[in-house]
């Protein structure tokens, strides 16, 4: 079946520090990627997405590649701030179908 | 943007007793509702899917007779879980879609049951 394998954390970096948080997928056909974002006491928001192979899904300097050889969707940014703390999740979705397969989480910490 | 209501945030309640949770959204008509449950450090696990006027479609293993869930209206779905056990303890997301498929997520209910 679908899943998402997401990199463990917590994630600590100090600001300006360059990010990554590496997810892999296992999917039948052609899926959509996401990366989500949970900010303290809020609701999950769509940080980014990328519906086919190579398209390269980006938003507030964070950025994700779907790489269909590696079945990877890495979430990158080149100098995070003290405000990207969050949790941040990696999903699946397939076209036509409007449940989401969502990783394990990663909680990211940003200190001065 | 698009915003879905979780009510209440936080719930405590004897084993025994039924807890409702609402989710609501707020400025668009929600034709589906999801109702997701997440255990610490776990991701979250699809529950059911509701459309408006119809009856629930609950995921394999989810108890359909314990986690009742209700969207009589484009605005609103409830979650009531019944005859609550320590072990239903965790915390329960809602989310909502409308016209397109990409989903607006509350900010989560936590159950403790004790």
């Known amino acids: 079946g679908d899943s998402v394998t997401q990199m463990e954390g917590p994630v600590t970096l100090s600001e300006e520090a360059f990010l990554t948080i590496n997810c892999t997928y296992t999917?039948?056909?052609?899926?959509?990627l996401f990366w989500y974002v949970q900010y303290p006491g809020e609701g999950l928001q769509l940080l980014l997405k990328?519906?086919?192979?190579?398209d390269k899904g980006s938003n507030k300097g964070f950025e994700a590649t779907y790489r269909k050889e590696t079945t990877s969707f890495h979430l990158e940014k080149g100098s995070v701030q003290v405000s990207d703390s969050a949790v941040y999740f990696c999903a699946l979705g397939q076209t036509g179908a409007n449940n989401l397969f969502f990783g394990t989480g990663t909680r990211l910490t940003v200190i001065p | 943007g698009a915003v879905v209501s979780q009510h209440p945030s936080w719930v405590i309640c004897k084993s025994g007793t039924s807890v409702k949770i609402e989710c609501r959204s707020l400025?668009?008509?929600?034709?589906?509702m999801f109702w997701y449950r997440q255990f610490p450090k776990q991701s979250l696990m699809l529950m059911a899917t509701?459309?408006?006027?119809?009856?629930?479609?609950?995921e394999q293993g989810v108890e359909k007779d314990k986690f009742l869930i209700n969207h009589a209206s484009l605005t609103l779905s409830t979650l009531t879980v019944t005859s609550a056990h320590p072990e239903d303890s965790s915390f329960y997301i809602c989310?909502?879609?409308?016209?397109?498929?990409?989903?607006?997520f509350g900010p989560g209910t936590r159950l403790t049951v004790t």
């Open positions: 990328a519906t086919k192979a190579d």
């Open positions: 999917a039948t056909g052609y899926p959509s």
């Open positions: 989310s909502a879609s409308g016209a397109g498929y990409e989903q607006y």
């Open positions: 509701s459309n408006e006027g119809s009856k629930a479609t609950y």
């Open positions: 400025d668009f008509q929600a034709t589906t």
